[in-house]
């Protein structure tokens, strides 16, 4: 006697995330307005995205680094200038700039004209610090050095102080 096929599918199908334009939470940060298109929730927090729209004359965060997270910038549009350590880079539309952890790293907006990126954040976890961030900012204040570090601390991030200067390739 032949036996019936089972049903092979899985019960729990993953659940699919879609977020269209004008969707997501927003976020903001003095002349920054970031969209979080991924929080964490549909990647079982291994990985966080969010899309960031910086005014011309924007000064980024102080240099930091991260302890326990790699962070993507993909520039849409516009000109953005990373400083890492004392290194610039300026990078345009189509650049991809990889951080890994512990990388001292910083990003401004130098220029006369709007730029759009897309971050990510592996793990997710800096996706909580934009929102503490944003409490920081709230009633149009602005943050202390101070209380900018406070939150920094909670997230695994510190102030890059003290970073070694890049070696050229023969010193030991």
């Known amino acids: 006697m032949a036996e019936e096929p089972k049903n092979t599918a899985p019960t729990d199908c993953p659940t699919v995330?879609?977020?269209?334009?004008g969707e997501g939470e927003t976020i903001v940060l003095?002349?920054?307005?970031?969209?979080?298109?991924?929080?964490?929730?549909?990647?079982?927090?291994r990985l966080g995205i969010a899309e960031s729209f910086i005014a011309p004359h924007t000064p980024g965060p102080p240099q930091h680094r991260h302890a326990r997270h790699d962070e993507g910038f993909y520039i849409v549009s516009g000109t953005v200038r990373f400083t890492v350590g004392d290194e610039e880079h300026d990078a345009t539309a189509g650049t991809l700039v990889m951080v890994p952890p512990g990388a001292p790293h910083t990003f401004a907006n130098t220029t006369d004209q709007p730029a759009v990126m897309?971050?990510?954040?592996?793990?997710?976890?800096?996706?909580?610090?934009?929102?503490?961030?944003?409490?920081?900012?709230a009633g149009g204040r602005v943050p202390t050095p101070q209380a900018n570090v406070e939150?920094?601390?909670?997230?695994?991030?510190?102030?890059?102080?003290?970073?070694?200067?890049?070696?050229?390739?023969?010193?030991?």
């Open 17 to 21: 995330s879609v977020v269209r334009p």
């Open 118 to 137: 897309l971050s990510t954040f592996t793990p997710d976890l800096y996706v909580q610090y934009f929102r503490d961030l944003q409490d920081l900012f």
């Open 30 to 45: 003095g002349t920054t307005r970031m969209r979080v298109l991924e929080n964490g929730s549909t990647t079982g927090h």
């Open 151 to 172: 939150v920094m601390d909670r997230h695994a991030t510190e102030p890059a102080t003290g970073y070694a200067r890049p070696r050229s390739g023969g010193d030991s």
